[in-house]
């Protein structure tokens, strides 16, 4: 069965940068695209970034464009995103998710890794 598990989340000040992690298990990894979700509190999951199975092309969020990096390691079944210049606005749970229709539709999500950001 499909296993996305999330890693390193944490408590960073604003302006600084944190990388995120997702593992992937029981997929044909290198066959899919992935993809980053957050949810803040008392709102809905949104959409992040993508990235395709080549790791040729990304898809960002317009609020996360230019400060966020996607990138994948399909030796390793790893999906990353890098978080430069964060804000307190990021703060949520960022999920990892297997993308099965471009660029944002999802089948399966991990369980989340918390981001803080504070001010």
């Known amino acids: 069965q499909v296993q996305l598990v999330e890693s390193g989340g944490g408590l960073v000040q604003a302006g600084g940068s944190l990388r995120v992690s997702c593992a992937a298990s029981g997929l044909t990894f290198s066959s899919y695209a992935m993809g980053w979700f957050r949810q803040a509190p008392g709102k809905e999951r949104e959409f992040v970034a993508t990235i395709s199975w080549s790791g040729g092309s990304t898809y960002y969020a317009d609020s996360v464009k230019g400060r966020f990096t996607i990138s994948r390691d399909n030796a390793k079944n790893m999906v990353y995103l890098q978080m430069n210049s964060l804000k307190p606005e990021d703060t949520a749970v960022y999920y990892c998710?297997?993308?099965?229709?471009?660029?944002?539709?999802?089948?399966?999500w991990g369980k989340g890794t918390l981001v803080t950001v504070s001010s």
């Open positions: 998710g297997r993308i099965v229709i471009l660029p944002d539709g999802a089948d399966y």
